[in-house]
């Protein structure tokens, strides 16, 4: 879809809400509801996109929102799926819906997991979206198992004792294509069409589809929130967050950087990692470049680029 013809698309997540100046949730949830051609269905989990879009007795939504516990979209979004489907059987109703599940890389990567995993595997018709900004944002800036290696959490704080989070992010989006399912993809902002057009082929597929999508946290990422969609080019650029999607148990690549950056300029523009730049902490560094070159490597591969 072109941009111009996506800017003629109807608002189906409107202006108003709460979400903070900056934060990548909201231009990804605007462009996910352009995408879908009929009316919705949507289920957030607990969490910034929630409490910032459906404060009582406001709702930034224009389709039908269902607000769930943090652990639970996809359980939801999976029941009025097969209730849907069940009246159409039943010849009670004839109208097409999309069922949509939205939830942040906490809801999503963890607490989350378990109904997530269900979901999918059952084959239910419906699209799952993370919003990952690395981290539990709404609840104090805690590390989850999206948190890149190194952060500073107030629950990974960098210090004395630890230099942030110690541990490498979980690959969720492999997590997803091990289901089996229809289709997968991995998206960023910066790339809207792109990001669209994945998620019209998410509302195409006949089954299960899941949608990573990084959506920075200037408060989380103490970084500038006029950087926010730059901060997705970098990410791209220095492979910290390929764009790739696979249909069908095929892996396609969708964006290759002319020029591969260090992972460092995109380290460098967040405070939350300004720790990694003292001196001492100059292995880590190394050992996040190391690990980010493996896994370009893999993806290349799978994606038959090499």
């Known amino acids: 879809m072109k941009l111009k013809e996506a800017a003629r698309t109807s608002e189906r997540f409107t202006g108003g809400h709460r979400l903070c100046s900056g934060c990548g949730a909201g231009p990804v949830t605007n462009l996910i509801m352009r995408s879908s051609k009929n009316p919705a269905v949507v289920g957030a989990a607990t969490g910034c996109l929630e409490v910032s879009s459906s404060i009582y007795p406001y709702s930034a939504w224009k389709d039908s929102f269902i607000h769930n516990a943090f652990e639970n979209a996809a359980a939801t979004i999976s029941g009025v799926e097969?209730?849907?489907?069940?009246?159409?059987?039943?010849?009670?109703?004839?109208?097409?819906?999309?069922?949509?599940?939205?939830?942040?890389?906490?809801?999503?990567?963890?607490?989350?997991?378990?109904?997530?995993?269900?979901?999918?595997?059952?084959?239910?018709?419906?699209?799952?979206?993370?919003?990952?900004?690395?981290?539990?944002?709404?609840?104090?800036?805690?590390?989850?198992?999206?948190?890149?290696?190194?952060?500073?959490?107030?629950?990974?704080?960098?210090?004395?004792?630890?230099?942030?989070?110690?541990?490498?992010?979980?690959?969720?989006?492999?997590?997803?294509?091990?289901?089996?399912?229809?289709?997968?993809?991995?998206?960023?902002?910066?790339?809207?069409?792109?990001?669209?057009?994945?998620?019209?082929?998410?509302?195409?597929?006949?089954?299960?589809?899941?949608?990573?999508?990084?959506?920075?946290?200037?408060?989380?990422?103490?970084?500038?929130?006029?950087?926010?969609?730059?901060?997705?080019?970098?990410?791209a650029d220095t492979c910290v967050w390929p764009l790739f999607e696979i249909e069908n148990g095929k892996w396609k690549l969708n964006y290759n950087p002319k020029k591969k950056k260090a992972v460092d300029e995109w380290l460098r523009q967040q405070g939350r990692f300004k720790h990694l730049f003292k001196k001492g902490n100059e292995h880590i560094i190394e050992e996040i470049q190391e690990h980010t070159d493996q896994r370009w490597q893999i993806i290349l591969e799978r994606c038959g680029e090499v």
């Open 82 to 235: 097969a209730a849907h489907r069940s009246l159409m059987k039943q010849g009670k109703i004839e109208e097409d819906y999309d069922f949509i599940a939205f939830g942040g890389d906490g809801g999503t990567y963890d607490i989350g997991f378990q109904s997530l995993s269900g979901a999918m595997e059952r084959g239910h018709n419906m699209v799952y979206v993370c919003y990952d900004n690395g981290a539990y944002m709404n609840t104090g800036i805690q590390r989850s198992s999206a948190t890149p290696r190194g952060a500073n959490t107030t629950t990974s704080p960098a210090g004395k004792v630890i230099p942030g989070k110690e541990e490498y992010r979980k690959e969720l989006t492999d997590i997803m294509v091990a289901h089996n399912i229809p289709y997968v993809a991995q998206a960023s902002p910066f790339k809207p069409q792109d990001l669209m057009r994945k998620a019209q082929k998410a509302f195409e597929v006949d089954g299960p589809a899941f949608l990573n999508v990084l959506a920075p946290c200037p408060r989380g990422w103490r970084s500038r929130a006029e950087k926010t969609i730059e901060l997705t080019k970098v990410a």
